[in-house]
C-alpha cells in the first residue's frame, strides 16, 4: 500500500532531551517536507528537500534538522526540544508538482 | 517567493446552501494549484487539484475555478452537508519548486 508512515504517533518528552521523529515513503517520491500544525495557525513549513541531500529552510525552521540521505526517509531532529515546540507534526511526500501524500502526523508534547 | 492568501478564515453556512473559498497567489509561474480537507486531529487530504492549462474543474458537489491572470482560484462547494465541516487550505506550486500552503478556512454547517 502506498503511504507515508511517521513514528511515533504520539511523544512526550522533557525540555532538552533529544528526539526524532521518522517519516518513511513507499512510492519514491523526489519531494518531502515537514509541516507543524498549531491552533489557528495553519500548516507552517518546517523544512523541504527536492530530491535526496537537497534541503531547504521552511517558514519555521529554528530548532529543527533534517536529513534526506536516501530518498525514501526524511527524519525531523530536535536537537533541544522547548515547550514551544509542542505540536502536531506532519511529515508529507509527492512527486513533482503532483498532490501531497500527507502522514498520520505526530503528536508532540515537551514538557 | 510565492505567497498564498485565503479568505474567508472562517465560514458558517447552513445546510443545503453553496461556500465558496478564494485564494490567491503571487508567483505566475505556479501552476498546479491543490486544495485539502483537514478533520479535526486528522491530516489533510486532497479533494480536488487543478493546473494552470484548465479554467475550471469539478467532481460531483466540488468544483475549483482558476484566473491566471488575476492570479486567484476559488473552491465551490454546493448542496453543504454537515460532514463537509472541517478546514480546508489551498496551495500553489511550480514544477520543481515548493508547495506553498493557504492559512486555511474553517467551515462549519449549520444543520
Known amino acids: 500500500e502506498a503511504q507515508v508512515t511517521q513514528n511515533p504517533r504520539y511523544l512526550i518528552t522533557v525540555t532538552g532531551k533529544k528526539l526524532t521523529v521518522t517519516c518513511s515513503q513507499n512510492?519514491?517520491?523526489?519531494?518531502m517536507s515537514w509541516y507543524r500544525q498549531d491552533p489557528g495557525l495553519g500548516l507552517r513549513q518546517i523544512y523541504y528537500?527536492?530530491?535526496?541531500?537537497?534541503?531547504d529552510k521552511g517558514d519555521v525552521p529554528e530548532g529543527y534538522k533534517v536529513s534526506r540521505k536516501e530518498k525514501r526517509n526524511f527524519p525531523l531532529i530536535l536537537e533541544s526540544p522547548s515547550p514551544n515546540q509542542t505540536s502536531l507534526y506532519f511529515c508529507?511526500?509527492?512527486?513533482?508538482?503532483?498532490?501531497?501524500?500527507f502522514g498520520n502526523g505526530t503528536r508532540l508534547t515537551v514538557t | 517567493g510565492e505567497n498564498v492568501e485565503q479568505h474567508p478564515s472562517t465560514l458558517s453556512v447552513q445546510e443545503g446552501d453553496s461556500a465558496v473559498i478564494k485564494c490567491t497567489y503571487s508567483?505566475?509561474?505556479?501552476?498546479?494549484f491543490p486544495w485539502y480537507k483537514q478533520e479535526l486531529g486528522k491530516r489533510p487530504q486532497l479533494i480536488i487539484d487543478?493546473?494552470?492549462?484548465?479554467g475550471e474543474k469539478k467532481d460531483q458537489r466540488i468544483a475549483v475555478t482558476l484566473n491566471k491572470t488575476a492570479k486567484h482560484f476559488s473552491l465551490h462547494i454546493t448542496e453543504t452537508q454537515p460532514e463537509d465541516s472541517a478546514v480546508y487550505f489551498c496551495?500553489?506550486?511550480?514544477?520543481?519548486?515548493?508547495?506553498?500552503f493557504g492559512p486555511g478556512t474553517r467551515l462549519s454547517v449549520l444543520p
Open positions: 508529507a511526500s509527492s512527486p513533482r508538482n503532483s498532490p501531497l501524500h
Open positions: 496551495a500553489a506550486a511550480n514544477y520543481g519548486q515548493n508547495f506553498v
Open positions: 528537500s527536492m530530491n535526496v541531500e537537497v534541503t
Open positions: 512510492m519514491n517520491h523526489e519531494y
Open positions: 508567483d505566475s509561474a505556479s501552476n498546479y
Open positions: 487543478i493546473r494552470s492549462n484548465v
